[in-house]
């Protein structure tokens, strides 16, 4: 996974300007998002999707035992 920004792929820690065209490239066997991205992102709806994310793999595992 990563991103792409004005079609160069660059670090999810680039700092983004107004304007900018963002792809986020998702990897397909990653089935939940990383918690790093809780220290990455800005917006409160980014936050509660990761977060969303979390919650539902810790509930995967915890259902298997």
Known sequence: GGARVNDRFV???TKLKS???VEIIEDKRRKW???DWL???KTREARESIRRGLRRHKAEE???G
Do not use: I
Request: glycine share 6%; aromatic share 6%.
């Open 11 to 13: 670090h999810y820690e």
């Open 19 to 21: 304007g900018d065209v």
């Open 33 to 35: 998002p990383s918690r």
């Open 39 to 41: 220290a990455v992102v």
């Open 62 to 64: 915890d259902a298997r």
